[in-house]
Structure formats: C-alpha cells, structure tokens
C-alpha cells in the first residue's frame, strides 16, 4: 500500500483538527485525496478513543468509518487475549483486525481471514507495523478456508447479527455465520474456539445450543455490557464458570460463579432497607448472578425482580456500584415534597418499578446529575423511593 509521503505530512499535522472544517477548507487543495484524508484523521481520532496505544504508531492505515465503529476496543481485545495462547491461531472473521492483532501476539503462527479486500489490503500493510511480520492475510471467506484450513490450537469467529435493524438477537440461529450448522467443523479444525458474540444474545440458551462450553465471559466497560465470549474445547460442560467482568481505565472487576450455584443459591430477601445499597455491575445482570451474590456478599435482595440489594454494614468487595441510603419514601406527594426539599437535581434509575426513569424525572421535577441518586424500586410489594449519595 503506496501511500504519498506529502499526504501522510498533511494527515500527521491536521490529525487533532476537525474533519468537517477540514473538508471545507482543504477541499481544492487535496483534490481526489480528500475522502481518503479525511477517512484517515477521523480514523485516527477514533483510534484514540478505542485503540490509544495504536495512535503512537506512526503510518497505520485506518479503514472506512463503519469498520472503526464496529470493531473492538484496546480493553476488550486484550480481554480476549488473556484467554488464550498456543502455537498455531486463525481468526475466521478478521475485520479490520483489532481482536486479531491483541490475540496473535500469544502465537507463533497466526492467520487473518477476511472477505472484504480492502480491510485485507489494510490489515496486511499494519501488520508489520503493530509487530507481527510473522502473521498471514487472507483474503476470502471464512466458511470456505476452514474447510480446507490446517488444525490449529485456537480459532477464533465473531459472527453478526442478521438484524440489521438492531433488535433482539436471542439465539445463535440469528446470527451470521450460523454456528450451529458448522460446529462440528470447527472442533475438527481446533483444540480450542473462542467466540464472540452481541450481549443481546440469550446466554443460558447459547450454553445449551453449543452443547456447553469450557467458559463464558461477560465483558462490561465501565459498567456498559459490551460483548459475550464463549470458550469451547474438550473441557465443555453445560455448568461451566461465568465470569462477569467490568474492565474500567484502573483495571478490572470480576464476579465467578456456575449456573448450579446459582440455582442452589437461597436469595435472603431483605426485611428493612440498610445503611447501604448495592448496584451490580451490568455484566452479572446479563449473566442472572441474583441470588449467589446473597450469599457471597452477605447483603439482602429488596425483592425477587427488583435486582438491588441492601446491607447495615458497608461491604467494599461487592461488584458494583456502592451508596449510602440517605432516606426512602413513596411518591405521595406530601412526602415527596417533605423528602426532596431543596433537591433540584438528582440521577435517577428505575428498577421493577412502573415509572421510565424519565416519567419518574419528569413527575418529580428534577434535573439530571449531582451528588445525589435516587432508585425507584419495588420492597415489600411496595413502591418506594430510595435517596442516595456514593458511598
């Protein structure tokens, strides 16, 4: 990939400016050059967000606007590649690379498989700018390369979702490639296969329909569920361990358990509101750890579907957010009145409770933000309101 030294000086030095005033101004100046400019400033911006530690690399190519939305971030694909290593990888679905590029450096061989020829184009030019000289490009389509593909120890595919329209993907059948038409294909081909799927995807159903798996991990960035990760080899089991893990810029956060522990767990259901209330990360909602976390973290759950929990004593190992119960009432008015006095803004979320966030913030004439929260809920079979600050 040729690229002109004088275009790449004109992308270096305008790389922190906007690309639209840019596009404006520079428009004569760089002629049939311009898309290709601007695609790889706001290529690089992004990367600075997603991918910081590639923006010190100077001359990597960056691909059109939607494969940098669409591919992962620095943390998650180092997630990945916490997970595996081996002497031989194959990524069936290579994208622009990112989980790729993280997850090769734990192999001595390693190979991208890529239908679309641009992002092979790319992929094989930063390649060897990212440090793997040793790895392969492969412009093709996955299904037919694992065919015809060598045994490798790790295979690696990130099926999509046939919906583009955005809504719930439930099961493995609504994504694309269908793994469940190709399953016993892929263990033919590797000791062992990580996939990665949409948190949309229903997990216990995905367990079942893969005929276990050796780990599922639920990867959250700061407390946003991001993506699904199954590992299969040998050691599936239809009870393998969940790992909910919340990566944030200080590290990460991790809550194990097994769906058996789960369904053995005795949910304590607390009787008052406490001193504190406990928030889960997000990853361990989507994984329903419920009742399990009772029981590790001795704290009471306010009700079955309401998915908070409370304790009297502060417990700083709990995996998620932590606050100090300031006061609880209902939404009668005189009370309401009596317990946000003086409050004007508050953050506000809703949990089994019959109000959106946004009607609850609406009827209680309240601004976003602040120090204080407040959780809408259900105790007791009753609605109640709960103020709060961090704890």
């Known amino acids: 990939m040729d690229i002109d ?32 400019a601007m695609n790889q400033i706001s290529g690089w911006q992004k990367a600075k967000e997603k991918i910081p530690s590639w923006c010190e690399i100077e001359g990597l190519v960056y691909p059109p606007h939607l494969s940098m939305e669409q591919c992962s971030s620095e943390q998650t694909a180092a997630y990945k590649a916490s997970l595996v290593k081996g002497d031989s990888f194959t990524d069936l679905t290579g994208g622009f690379g990112v989980d790729f590029t993280f997850i090769a450096r734990n192999f001595k061989e390693a ?12 992929a094989s030019h930063n390649l060897p700018l990212l440090g793997l000289p040793h790895a392969k490009v492969v ?15 790790v295979l690696f595919i990130d099926p999509a979702r046939r919906d583009q329209q955005g809504r719930k993907t439930i099961s493995i059948a609504d994504c694309e490639p269908n793994l469940l038409e190709m399953l016993e294909r892929l263990r033919a081909r590797a000791g062992k296969i990580l996939i990665k799927y949409s948190p949309m995807l229903d997990i216990t159903l995905a367990v079942k329909e893969l005929g276990g798996a050796e780990s599922v991990h639920i990867v959250s960035v700061d407390n946003e569920c ?33 769906p058996e522990e789960e369904r053995n767990a005795t949910m304590h259901q607390a009787e008052e509101i406490g001193a504190y209330l406990y928030e889960p990360y997000s990853s361990l909602l989507k994984a329903g750890a419920y009742k399990s976390l009772c029981q590790r973290f001795s704290v009471g759950k306010l009700a079955v579907s309401s998915h908070l929990y409370t304790s009297d004593e502060l417990n700083g190992e709990f995996p998620g957010r ?51 929260y407040i ?16 704890a």
């Open 5 to 36: 030294p004088e275009l790449s000086t004109y992308i270096r030095t305008h790389r922190n400016d906007d690309v639209r005033r840019l596009a404006l101004s520079d428009q004569k100046k760089l002629g049939d050059s311009l898309n290709y």
């Open 111 to 122: 190979t991208l498989v890529e239908r679309n020829p641009e992002l092979c184009e790319i």
């Open 322 to 372: 932590a606050f100090r119960v300031i006061d609880t009432f209902t939404l009668n008015k005189k009370e309401v009145k009596e317990h946000l006095g003086g409050i004007t803004k508050a953050n506000i979320a809703v949990r089994n409770f019959p109000l959106s966030a946004n009607e609850l913030r609406d009827k209680l004439k309240l601004k976003e933000g602040g120090e204080q």
């Open 139 to 153: 412009n093709g389509d996955g299904i037919d390369h694992l065919n015809q593909m060598a045994h490798v120890d």
């Open 226 to 258: 991001k993506e699904l990760l199954f590992l299969l080899s040998e050691e599936a089991t239809e009870n393998p361990q969940f790992h909910c893990v919340n990566l944030t810029k200080k590290g990460e956060t991790r809550y194990t358990f097994t």
């Open 375 to 390: 959780f809408a809920t259900t105790h007791k079979e009753k609605r109640l309101l709960i103020l709060c600050e961090k």
